[in-house]
């Protein structure tokens, strides 16, 4: 079974070939340090060959939602080392993903600053999670030229104290709608700077990014998170395969880890024709660098993935949040655990560090 074979990714050796996709749980300190609990959540999961950690914002700025943690002062830095240690001394691996929700933040929740955005478009359609509860989108401030420029110092500043904090790699998120998305999509960026525009000048944002990331942690060291079909949190593209071609292939001039793509989800039956149904064969072919395959896998649907041979790796999201093992059940073909919805974000350990392993012992 390949999803079970060691493999190697850019330098790192990883134990198998299944990932832990990142997964914002909500259980952070005010101060934006993660906890015990957390050291645990990670360490019971790190029999994946490679964790990917929830979202952490690289800045105030950054911050969308409540109790999400940060990578961005020496407490935090500090509180992650926890982690890492606790994972390694497992023998597992872990990245940080590196997060700017951009406009997907509310003022409440940011001191009554408005959230950042590269144009003055609101999300419409969806109201925001806040701890005030659902509450419609604010209309973001447009980013100057030059904070764009800072916002990408503060991420290479984040990636470095990543490094710091002893992850063994960044992951950018640029999926599912915030802030990179956002400059990608044209449906969020307006911009008349050498950041809007054309396809190139979108596309300018995260490879700015992607280059000060990899120029300050080494080759091999920097992953993106891509969600080319998914029209969520307003995002829309005319034409998503040009979007992405050109993207993908501008990525393939950098010496990246990988590139975690995502299948389609959310997409409705008509309307989107545009956008690719087989993201990896569209979009998946261009790259030369390893692909990490993610988005409502099966153990049978990603050995299938991997056996066509475009992916490297297969990241699960919500089964590893109910199956710490999801890996030794994947191994014996055991039953999972189901996820509870309810307790996906915030709260406390129930439904973070309380699902059962397999009990061995009746095996
Ligand atoms: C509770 C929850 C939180 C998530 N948070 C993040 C996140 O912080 N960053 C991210 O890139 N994706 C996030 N995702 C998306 C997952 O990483 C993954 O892409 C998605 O769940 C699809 O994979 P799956 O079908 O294996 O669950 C989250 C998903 C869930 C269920």
Sequence with gaps: MKLLQAIKLANITLNNSVAMSPMTRARAEVDGTVNDATVTYYTQRASAGLLISEGANISEQAIGSPYTPGIYTKDQIESWKKVTDAVHETGGKIFAQLWHTGRVAHSVDKNDVLPVAPSALAIVGQQHFSSQGAMDYEVPR??????????????????????????????????????????????????????????????????????????????????????????????????????????????????????????????????????????????????????????????????????????????FGVPFIANPDLVKRFELNAELNQPDRATFYGGNEKGYIDYPFLDEAVL
């Design 142 to 315: 447009a980013l100057e030229t030059a904070e764009v420029k800072q916002v990408i110092q503060d991420y290479k500043q984040a990636a470095v104290n990543a490094i710091e904090a002893g992850f063994d790699g960044v992951e950018l998120h640029a999926a599912t709608g915030y802030l990179p998305n956002q400059f990608l999509a044209e449906s969020a960026n307006i911009r008349t700077d050498e950041y809007g525009g054309n396809i190139e000048n979108r596309s300018r944002f995260i490879l700015e990014v992607m280059a000060a990331v990899t120029e300050a942690i080494g080759e091999g060291k920097a992953g993106i998170k891509l969600s080319p079909s998914i029209p969520y949190n307003s995002i829309l593209e005319s034409d998503p395969v040009a979007t992405y071609s050109y993207l993908i292939k501008e990525l393939n001039n950098l010496p990246l880890a990988y590139i975690h793509l995502m299948n389609p989800l959310f997409l409705p039956e008509e309307g989107f024709e545009q956008y690719p149904k087989d993201v990896m064969g569209t979009l998946g072919t261009l790259t030369t660098h390893s692909i990490i395959a993610n988005a409502g896998y099966t153990k049978e649907t990603a050995e299938a993935e991997l056996q066509k041979g475009i992916a490297k790796i297969i990241s």
